[in-house]
């Protein structure tokens, strides 16, 4: 493990992170706000100690290549260090009242795409501010190591192990022979469905910076609002229905959206993962229509599938926006919208979670069993889309399945030990590895994170990093073994 060389790579991501508060300053020059010297000082710091690192780690051209550990320490070290940096602007700014705690909790519910806030009064804070805090998810959501793959050359050889680590899902898709053309294209399909919501939410009524914001929430499954009642506060249909559309295509894996705009769209409708996803979402948006409005809840079927369908989508894809408070539906809405946490969006999207694949993978598994129960003698393999799953992913999984559990049950129970009743502390730590945003109880969609102690603080900001790298690339920094030559 050559450290100098990961702090050299760290580096270059902390410079690039502050290279990008170059564009809130613009804004905070536009509004002429109080966020124009935190933005300020924070690029001053963050260019500083990232160039500082960059130029001080150097090393040889000959010897840039990294092997797979060290891209594994390089992502897993190089969130924790996003997030800190990506914390000053709340912290010169005095966001929120001279905690670091909650700079960092708010900074990194950021780049995971978490979307908990600890934010109460959203609308007082300075729109420059506002813009950076919702810059953070749609930097994070393609992945900061995914953008550095396609801008920074230096990477070379190395590349492979980054995107490996990044990308969301048990198998990453390349698409081209050279990792940084793959990662060209994702960002350039992120970037036109980016566009394409910002013009239609302005269709809407939002103004540019209202658009941006919440195009920035919606295509990297964040949740971050502009406003204090979140979507609800527009209180337009026209604007959930675009929402909800943009929420569910970046919770579908965007190695098929690339596909589709090619010109090859039976390849995404034969993809087992994505008509999965797809009949998830419709199913349950049709029960939770008909229930709510059997209810009573909504004086139309059509008002309940708005707010139906957002809800699930909003939910299964993990972005955290609310424009119902979904704890006043019957119990049976609610367990969908909870079994929908635990699943999350397609492998290769923006969406946390489980993730779909991961979910329909161990069905399978588990059939197969069952079925080599009745017939021992019988040889049937898992498959998706057609294709045959080797044995090493499918034991794979359920590593993370059962990892994944314990960190998510030890979460809950440190939340609890600070005094949350059960229902909000295990809500809160699935929230936060599942990189969901709201729970329930304490932390419901018309609430947030705000009352936890900076102990359940800090052991819940853990979680989003865990959950938004997939536990792995996290877990195994504190393996003795990693760092022994």
């Known amino acids: 493990m050559r450290l100098g060389y990961v702090l050299h790579i760290i580096g270059a991501l902390i410079g ?14 536009y509004y002429d706000d109080a966020g124009m010297l935190p933005l300020v000082y924070s690029i001053a710091v963050t260019l500083v100690v990232g160039f500082g690192f960059f130029l001080v780690f150097r090393v040889p051209k000959e010897e840039r290549g990294m092997n797979h550990r060290e891209g594994m320490a390089i992502v897993g070290l190089g969130w924790f260090a996003a997030g800190l940096f990506g914390a000053l602007p709340f912290w010169f700014g005095d966001v929120f009242g001279g905690s670091f705690t909650d700079c960092v909790f708010e900074s990194l519910s950021g780049f995971t795409t ?4 600890v934010l109460t009064n ?16 749609w930097l994070g959501g393609m992945g900061i190591i995914v953008l550095s793959l396609a801008i920074l050359p230096f990477l070379g050889v190395g590349g492979m192990q980054l995107y490996k680590a990044e990308v969301p899902g048990p198998v990453p898709d390349k698409l081209k022979p050279r990792i940084k053309d793959t990662a060209m294209l994702l960002w350039k399909v992120y970037l036109l469905f980016s566009l394409a919501e910002t013009i239609l939410l302005m269709f809407g009524g939002m103004n540019l910076f209202e658009a941006l914001c919440h195009t920035f929430a919606t295509m990297a499954t964040g949740g971050f609002s502009t406003r204090n009642a979140s979507v609800a506060a527009f209180d337009s249909a026209y604007i959930d229905y675009i929402i909800t559309l943009f929420m569910v295509i970046a919770g579908i894996n965007f190695s098929l959206h690339f596909l589709l705009l090619s010109g090859r769209p ?3 409708l034969r993809d087992s993962e994505f008509r ?5 979402f419709f199913l349950f948006t049709l029960i939770i229509t008909v229930v709510t409005f059997g209810a009573g809840h909504y004086d139309s079927v059509w008002d309940a599938l708005r707010f139906g369908s957002f809800q699930v989508a909003s939910i299964v894809t993990t972005t955290g926006f ?10 049976l809405t609610q367990a969908m919208l909870l079994s929908c946490m635990f699943i999350g969006g397609c492998a290769g999207s923006t969406g946390g979670g489980m993730k779909v694949m991961r979910i329909q993978l161990l069905v399978k598994h588990s059939y197969k069993e069952l079925i080599q129960l009745i017939h021992p003698r019988s040889v049937k393999q898992v498959k998706v889309s057609g294709l045959v799953v080797p044995g090493g992913v499918i034991s794979g999984i359920w590593a993370f399945f059962v990892l994944w559990l314990m960190l998510f049950t030890v979460g809950a ?3 609890a030990a600070t005094g949350e009743d059960l229902l909000t502390s295990f809500s809160a730590s699935l929230a936060c590895i599942g990189n969901i945003g709201p729970g329930v109880g304490a932390v419901g ?12 603080k800090w052991t819940l900001t853990i979680l989003m990093v865990l959950g938004r790298l997939e536990i792995y690339t996290v877990v195994i920094l504190f393996v003795p073994e990693f760092w022994r030559k």
């Open 322 to 331: 609310a424009t119902a408070d979904y704890e006043l539906w019957p119990p």
């Open 122 to 137: 959203i609308e007082a804070v300075a729109k420059s501010i506002l813009f950076w805090r919702s810059l953070t998810h």
């Open 413 to 415: 129970f440190v939340v």
């Open 266 to 268: 039976m390849k995404m």
């Open 16 to 29: 690039c992170i502050g290279l990008t508060m170059v564009w809130p300053l613009g804004f905070a020059m």
């Open 114 to 117: 978490t979307g908990s806030s």
């Open 445 to 456: 969609p018309t609430k947030n994170f705000a009352g936890l102690s900076d102990i359940a």
């Open 276 to 280: 999965f996803f797809m009949g998830l």
